[in-house]
């Protein structure tokens, strides 16, 4: 159940840094990128977020796998 959890946590964090590239790609982000030099905060959250989950997930898989070898 638990290894079931840290994949869901994994593919999560894949599909928010993808679609937080894609925001920081966006008109609004361009904008945001001309006037303060970064894209949105939303954009950079959201792949922030992502990487999070991501290390958590495949943190969780290797700790799961490693218990029960």
Known sequence: ????IALALL???AV????????SQSLASDF???????????????MIGGGV????????LLSRSKSHA
């Open 53 to 60: 989950l991501g290390v958590v997930g495949v943190a969780g």
């Open 16 to 23: 928010l840094v993808v679609y937080g590239i894609g925001a």
């Open 1 to 4: 159940m638990l290894r079931l």
């Open 11 to 13: 593919v999560t964090g």
């Open 32 to 46: 945001s990128r001309f006037f303060h030099g970064t894209p949105t905060d939303k954009s950079i959250w959201l």
